[in-house]
């Protein structure tokens, strides 16, 4: 069985090392799992004025988070947050009223920073955001990452050995995550 994980990059830097990190966790999943980005960059700022007639930015970024099996964010920490540009795209995403496209989505959380404590205060946040959402959320493994630029290669590969083991670890479970959520969701089931 092939799941279909749509993935937000929470930064909008040219350089980001989220992205970076976008790429050695693709790199490293299991092959059960596809990938498609799910862009934010041209979403303008979400107001209840569009509600009644989402711009075509929005609507397809809807349709690409209900066409998912499940959802990965990763993202920076922002001012001991989720930065502007994520939540904008979730506020989108989760209106207009009643056509919330993330409920029961089985979604993963990750994030590096330059700093110690990795995005935590972030995935924090999200948390509580994505509960609000009703997308169910793995738990653990946690991936609060340090990030070494010395450790990655442009294209994704992980060149130190046990930040490698513990990325892939990590999408090994959110792969049997989103199994194990479909599975108790799919029609029939609910
Ligand atoms: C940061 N950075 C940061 N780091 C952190 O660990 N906690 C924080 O609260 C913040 N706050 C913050 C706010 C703003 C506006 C910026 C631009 C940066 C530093 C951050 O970890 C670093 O810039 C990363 O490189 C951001 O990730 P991307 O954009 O490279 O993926």
Excluded: C
Excluded at 119 to 148: D, H
Excluded at 157 to 185: I, K, Q
């Amino acid at each position: 069985m092939t799941y279909r994980i749509g993935y937000f990059v929470g930064s909008l830097s040219s350089t980001s090392i989220n992205r970076v990190l976008s790429r050695a966790l693709i790199g490293l999943a299991p092959p059960s799992l596809e990938f498609s980005e799910i862009a934010i960059r041209d979403l303008p700022l979400y107001s209840a004025d569009h509600d009644q007639d989402y711009p075509p930015v929005a609507r397809a970024l809807k349709e690409a988070i209900e066409s998912s099996d499940g959802i990965l964010f990763v993202s920076p920490e922002y001012n001991r947050s989720i930065p502007g540009a994520l939540k904008n795209a979730i506020d989108w995403g989760s209106r207009p009223w009643g056509t919330n496209s993330f409920a029961r989505k089985p979604t993963g959380i990750v994030g590096a920073s330059i700093g110690a404590i990795g995005t935590a205060v972030m995935q924090s946040s999200m948390r509580s955001v994505l509960s609000f959402l009703n997308a169910p959320q793995l738990n653990a493994p946690e991936v609060y990452l340090t990030f070494r630029p010395e450790h990655y290669g442009d294209d994704g590969t992980v060149h130190d050995e046990s930040t490698a083991d513990f990325l892939r670890h990590y999408m090994e479970e959110y792969a049997a995550f989103v199994e194990r959520v479909l599975s108790v969701t799919a029609p029939g089931h609910i």
